[in-house]
């Protein structure tokens, strides 16, 4: 395993505070650095938390839906978040990249707050909703966070690290939210968000008293050489959909009515917190080696790979074993998809919340989509869509090198 001397000096400094650096400022580098880590974490969680839930949230207080209507709302609500995220991250990236992107930042949590904690005391309609809601400030909470890095990192390897460790709380965040969705429901059985929408409250009220980088900070220096060609952005905003579809496309899988074993809500709640887990350790992973600088054309061909081998192979599980290593695998590689393309779009060159915005929607686009294809799809031919994206995802694995060529200049821009 090759290791960088950039990545291994930023890994020996990730301690407590992976994102902090400097000298006198280090304080309240480090300061913003964990708020940023955790709000990244509780925008993601805000997505996760509820999707255990669906299927009893669906059936309460309601008559007897046949199966179809069951199974078309919860893919519908699952698919209402990253839609929201779709339609609105563009928005907000442009609109940070024209006024201060703090104020957007530091109203999105409060807005998250009041997504999260009335879920369990609402009628249906109302759920749509607030997940619409939750869906618009994650939009904006994940790409300005990333933005916030931007303005605050140095050349492109600590760049590297810095996007690293934020997605690796996007993914602690998908970890962590089913199981912290149990534990609230022990304790309030009517409100099973209720204590992580007052853990993303104290975050926003810390967020207020803590100074974030400014726009045009030390990290806006960047060179535009270094930037991802037109056609290379293109693919990888391709990459980008297919990467969040496809794990969609299972975590919708698991709850829906599946023809030889329907789970449980705990057995959901364990399966997506692995999944979670395995999305963390890929983060943890690159942490650690340089390919997303050196090889991410390598990086990002190996886990499309794995993605569609997952996928062929999913409808086709049926031990919960099998079924938990092909979820680690899915998460795995969709991780390591999000963090190549989020970093060669929009954070390898001068700062863009327009850029970050985008693949942030393009990653939305992909967990929309698949939700929809399942909720249309006749029960028991919901497999069709996963060997679908399956498939997609082996063209672009041949696409792939064919388009994304570095730049000469890119190997020299490296070490800055």
């Given at each position: 395993?090759?290791?960088?001397?950039?990545?291994?000096?930023?890994?020996?400094?990730?301690?407590?505070?992976?994102?902090?650096?400097?000298?006198?400022?280090?304080?309240?580098?480090?300061?913003?650095?964990?708020?940023?880590?955790?709000?990244?974490?509780?925008?993601?969680?805000?997505?996760?938390?509820?999707?255990?839930?669906?299927?009893?949230?669906?059936?309460?207080?309601?008559?007897?839906?046949?199966?179809?209507?069951?199974?078309?709302?919860?893919?519908?609500?699952?698919?209402?978040?990253?839609?929201?995220?779709?339609?609105?991250?563009?928005?907000?990236?442009?609109?940070?990249?024209?006024?201060?992107?703090?104020?957007?930042?530091?109203?999105?949590?409060?807005?998250?707050?009041?997504?999260?904690?009335?879920?369990?005391?609402?009628?249906?309609?109302?759920?749509?909703?607030?997940?619409?809601?939750?869906?618009?400030?994650?939009?904006?909470?994940?790409?300005?966070?990333?933005?916030?890095?931007?303005?605050?990192?140095?050349?492109?390897?600590?760049?590297?690290?810095?996007?690293?460790?934020?997605?690796?709380?996007?993914?602690?965040?998908?970890?962590?939210?089913?199981?912290?969705?149990?534990?609230?429901?022990?304790?309030?059985?009517?409100?099973?968000?209720?204590?992580?929408?007052a853990l993303v409250a104290m975050i926003a009220l810390f967020m207020m008293f803590v100074r974030l980088p400014a726009s045009g900070g030390a990290g806006s220096?960047?060179?535009?050489?270094?930037?991802?060609?037109?056609?290379?952005t293109l693919i990888l905003l391709l990459v980008t959909v297919l990467g969040g579809g496809g794990l969609a496309a299972i975590h919708v899988s698991l709850l829906?009515?599946?023809?030889?074993?329907?789970?449980?809500?705990?057995?959901?709640?364990?399966?997506?917190?692995?999944?979670?887990?395995?999305?963390?350790?890929?983060?943890?992973?690159?942490?650690?080696?340089?390919?997303?600088?050196?090889?991410?054309?390598?990086?990002?061909?190996?886990?499309?790979?794995?993605?569609?081998?997952?996928?062929?192979?999913?409808?086709?599980?049926?031990?919960?074993?099998?079924?938990?290593?092909?979820?680690?695998?899915?998460?795995?590689?969709?991780?390591?998809?999000?963090?190549?393309?989020?970093?060669?779009?929009?954070?390898?060159?001068?700062?863009?919340?327009?850029?970050?915005?985008?693949?942030?929607?393009?990653?939305?686009?992909?967990?929309?989509?698949?939700?929809?294809?399942?909720?249309?799809?006749?029960?028991?031919?919901?497999?069709?869509?996963?060997?679908?994206?399956?498939?997609?995802?082996?063209?672009?694995?041949?696409?792939?090198?064919?388009?994304?060529?570095?730049?000469?200049?890119?190997?020299?821009?490296?070490?800055?």
């Amino acid at each position: 395993m090759v290791v960088s001397h950039d990545a291994a000096s930023a890994g020996s400094r990730s301690g407590p505070n992976p994102l902090a650096d400097g000298d006198g400022e280090n304080g309240k580098r480090s300061r913003s650095s964990i708020l940023l880590l955790f709000a990244v974490a509780a925008a993601s969680a805000g997505q996760t938390a509820m999707l255990a839930f669906l299927p009893s949230l669906v059936d309460d207080g309601q008559s007897p839906l046949s199966l179809r209507a069951h199974d078309f709302h919860v893919a519908s609500l699952s698919a209402v978040h990253p839609l929201a995220a779709l339609l609105f991250a563009p928005l907000w990236g442009w609109l940070a990249d024209r006024v201060d992107y703090r104020v957007v930042l530091r109203a999105a949590l409060v807005v998250l707050v009041f997504a999260l904690a009335p879920v369990g005391v609402v009628a249906l309609p109302v759920l749509y909703l607030l997940r619409m809601l939750a869906g618009m400030s994650a939009a904006a909470i994940i790409p300005l966070a990333l933005l916030a890095t931007s303005f605050a990192a140095g050349g492109r390897s600590k760049r590297a690290i810095h996007f690293t460790w934020l997605t690796a709380f996007v993914f602690l965040g998908d970890m962590s939210a089913p199981l912290l969705a149990e534990a609230s429901r022990a304790v309030f059985p009517r409100a099973p968000l209720l204590m992580l929408a007052a853990l993303v409250a104290m975050i926003a009220l810390f967020m207020m008293f803590v100074r974030l980088p400014a726009s045009g900070g030390a990290g806006s220096r960047g060179d535009d050489r270094e930037a991802a060609s037109l056609p290379t952005t293109l693919i990888l905003l391709l990459v980008t959909v297919l990467g969040g579809g496809g794990l969609a496309a299972i975590h919708v899988s698991l709850l829906v009515t599946r023809a030889e074993t329907s789970l449980n809500r705990e057995t959901i709640a364990w399966m997506l917190s692995l999944c979670g887990f395995a999305m963390l350790a890929a983060q943890l992973f690159h942490t650690r080696v340089s390919w997303l600088v050196t090889a991410p054309r390598l990086l990002a061909c190996f886990t499309l790979a794995l993605l569609a081998a997952a996928l062929f192979v999913f409808p086709y599980g049926s031990s919960m074993v099998g079924i938990a290593g092909l979820i680690v695998a899915a998460g795995w590689s969709s991780a390591s998809i999000r963090l190549v393309t989020s970093f060669w779009i929009g954070g390898s060159a001068l700062p863009s919340g327009w850029k970050l915005g985008l693949q942030h929607a393009a990653a939305s686009i992909g967990q929309a989509l698949a939700p929809i294809a399942i909720a249309l799809a006749e029960p028991g031919e919901q497999s069709r869509i996963l060997l679908g994206i399956g498939w997609m995802s082996m063209l672009l694995l041949i696409a792939l090198p064919l388009v994304w060529r570095r730049r000469p200049d890119s190997t020299r821009a490296n070490g800055r």
